[in-house]
């Protein structure tokens, strides 16, 4: 909670440090801090009457309530505007006043939250779960200081700098890399393990409730001590120096931790600078630049989603040892250099961050290596393809394969995927995978609204109503409009699908060493499924039964860890694990109707039971039953070796879904196989003497002969 409190304070002094994304655990007092800094805020002049809030000294020439005539203006409190979820396109950037376009005919622009927030702070709570279209508007307007409006005959743009404060709880999903990195700074929260501190916050929880008047009167003195501390900050600021062996040290920071692009240098310089104004200094100091790391770089060194973001403190007190002084390396080594070149060793001695004297170290300041204790695949070397002949007994049929259960292996190298996709239209949630009919998307008609009206197409409202004005008895310039005049526009756009991944780890998979390279091709799936805003979860089966690994979720990073710990042994209930998933369809159809399953089957389909009975038979009928449902499978075939049964074909025809290998997987395969493609067809254009339509014909059967195949 210090490294939250000195964050906010941080970027009262100095908005252009650019925000704060608070993580943490549930029920952490994340949102009653931020919105407590509305209190602490200092007042904003502004021109009275201006709706977008602009700077009496300096208003914005383009302000669509301008030009502003030089007056003294308005001191009100700053504002914290809320950013909902679920909130609109329209509410978040403004849109045109239907209501006054259509009564009055003239076209007037209504504000959105952007505008609000304008000289304030845009707080999003759970802003991992924020829409896509809304993320995009987000980055743009925190890219250009400014928002743009370009819809339904009306273009508008208003100035729109603001301070972006986010809480989100990492169970529930990660960030875009794109707008993480916008956060200026991020904290990490956790609640005190501490009896007395928690026995004081429950405490004042309780004196809050009981008064809540008293209790704020209490702390008056307190909060107002602090707001002036802020404007003499503010008022310190412009004079604190930044020279260059500090500027050095930043730099040679960012290098070190190879973090992309220059954001990070800029945010940590204001960081810096903003530090020693708050302890009432004008130069910055070695720590002062020591903090900014801390605060400014942790979740801009994370390579791909499942990095858990953290630094390692003993690589940057060796980093701002070597340029400290006078900034200058006092060595030969260059700044990206390290005694250690591979951070994610052993923990400190004490087993707290920082070693021994780190008690002054933020949460954040945990080093990578927490990753692998969360369960963090790491990558392998591939396998040997090798296996035995298809007619030599499983190994896990015995009696003391079946008993042992083999350690966890580590997941292969992550890889591009092909596009995996349910077939059909979808209604579903905003994401990346599946077709589907959205609220943002691409308009591709209009239709009379099947309940409340929620998107207006308009120029097919006007069309509607036009021909009735004169029985209507119009007589000004306004439309006379009825309720079946209007016309809901339809849109299509893409959603995420709910990803249940069904994998095999069974002895047969432990036994030819495929293991690693199938968690390699589940985990490249599951950075497919967080690029593309999918929920997923994780049935296995392996012994006599399978087993919810992960009931549906949208923590992509949860199931990257209960992958890296699964264990592998035993016989292959495939049934049960095709029944389990079943289930768990089922359940979710229930909670969220809307959301199309995608079942991705990684087996090699071969099917073991204990009973003695037909296994694969049994294995079929439970794959009939997801056909039945109309459920849309992919079979992941990982048999490997130059004799194959073929048995993932099999399943895959049950499921009424495709079946691809491991191979076939990759995105490089297929882009591979169009090449090779095209290649046949210019061969076959150059030699050929037959017509044009001839030559695309033989294009045709290549790329059936070669899926065949």
Not at 148 to 171: I, W
Not at 574 to 598: I, M, N, Q, T
Request: proline share 7%.
């Amino acid at each position: 909670m210090d490294d939250l409190r000195l964050a906010l304070l941080l970027n009262a002094v100095s908005p252009a440090v650019g925000g704060v994304l608070v993580r943490g655990e549930k029920g952490t007092a994340k949102s009653t801090a931020v919105r407590a800094l509305a209190a602490l805020m200092p007042d904003v002049d502004v021109v009275a009457g201006c709706r977008f809030s602009c700077a009496p000294a300096a208003p914005d020439p383009r302000c669509p309530d301008g030009p502003h005539e030089a007056t003294p203006g308005t001191a009100r409190p700053a504002r914290i505007v809320e950013l909902p979820v679920g909130a609109s396109e329209d509410r978040l950037v403004g849109a045109l006043d239907i209501e006054r376009a259509l009564a009055d005919g003239v076209k007037a622009f209504e504000p959105g939250l952007l505008a609000d927030a304008h000289r304030g702070v845009l707080y999003v709570d759970e802003v991992n779960l924020l829409h896509d279209h809304l993320v995009d508007l987000l980055l743009d307007a925190a890219a250009m200081g400014a928002s743009h409006v370009e819809r339904e005959g009306v273009s508008v743009r208003h100035a729109a700098r603001f301070l972006l404060v986010g809480t989100m709880n990492p169970e529930e999903g990660e960030l875009r890399p794109q707008l993480l990195d916008r956060f200026g700074l991020t904290v990490e929260v956790a609640a005190s393990r501490e009896p007395e501190q928690r026995v004081e916050v429950v405490r004042r929880r309780l004196a809050y409730d009981d008064d809540p008047s008293a209790f704020a009167a209490r702390w008056a003195a307190e909060e107002a001590a602090l707001r002036e501390r802020i404007v003499a900050a503010r008022a310190t600021l412009p004079r604190v120096g930044l020279g260059d062996a500090a500027l050095r040290q930043i730099a040679a920071t960012c290098a070190a931790f190879e973090v992309d692009g220059m954001r990070a240098d800029i945010v940590m310089a204001r960081t810096a600078a903003a530090l020693a104004a708050w302890a009432g200094r004008t130069e910055v100091r070695e720590e002062d630049v020591r903090q900014a790391a801390l605060l400014a770089l942790p979740h801009r060194r994370r390579r791909n989603p499942f990095d858990a973001p953290g630094l390692d403190e003993d690589k940057l007190d060796e980093t701002l040892e070597r340029f400290g002084g006078d900034g200058r390396p006092d060595t030969d080594s260059g700044p990206g250099t390290d005694a250690d070149p591979d951070p994610d060793t052993d923990p400190p001695p004490d087993g707290g961050p920082g070693g021994p004297g780190g008690n002054d170290v933020p949460p954040q300041g945990r080093g990578p290596d927490s990753a692998a204790s969360a369960g963090q695949p790491e990558p392998s070397s591939p396998s040997s393809p090798t296996e035995p002949p298809a007619g030599q007994p499983e190994p896990s049929g015995t009696p003391a394969a079946s008993a042992a259960e083999r350690a966890a292996e580590r997941a292969g190298e992550p890889f591009r995927t092909r596009t995996l996709s349910v077939p059909g239209l979808g209604e579903g949630a905003a994401g990346r995978r599946s077709r589907a009919r959205t609220e943002h998307g691409r308009t591709t008609g209009a239709h009379r609204p099947r309940g409340a009206l929620t998107a207006l197409h308009l120029s097919a409202t006007v069309r509607a109503a036009a021909p009735h004005q004169h029985a209507r008895g119009r007589r000004g310039p306004g439309l006379v409009v009825r309720r079946d005049d209007l016309r809901q526009a339809a849109r299509e756009g893409r959603e995420g699908n709910l990803v249940l991944f069904v994998v095999d780890a069974s002895g047969s998979m432990a036994a030819r060493r495929r293991m690693g390279s199938v968690k390699g091709a589940v985990l490249s799936l599951l950075l497919d499924a967080y690029q593309r805003r999918d929920k997923v979860g994780l049935v296995t089966f392996r012994g006599d039964a399978a087993e919810l690994a992960l009931p549906p979720t949208s923590s992509v990073d949860a199931a990257a860890a209960r992958l890296g710990e699964l264990p592998t042994g035993g016989r292959t209930p495939l049934a049960a694990g095709l029944l389990k998933a079943r289930d768990v369809l089922r359940v979710e159809r229930l909670r969220d109707p809307s959301r199309r399953p995608l079942l991705v089957v990684v087996t090699d389909g071969r099917a073991t039971g204990a009973g003695g009975g037909d296994a694969l038979a049994l294995a079929g009928r439970a794959a009939r039953l997801h056909a039945a449902e109309g459920t849309a499978a992919v079979v992941v075939d990982c048999e490997t070796g130059p004799v194959r049964l073929g048995l993932a074909g099999d399943l895959a025809r049950d499921l009424g879904g495709t079946a691809v290998t491991l191979d076939e997987l990759r995105a490089d395969s297929i882009a591979g196989l169009v090449r090779d493609v095209r290649a046949a067809a210019d061969t076959r254009t150059a030699t050929a003497t037959g017509t044009r339509t001839a030559t695309g014909t033989g294009t045709g059967s290549t790329v059936r002969d070669r899926r065949a195949a």
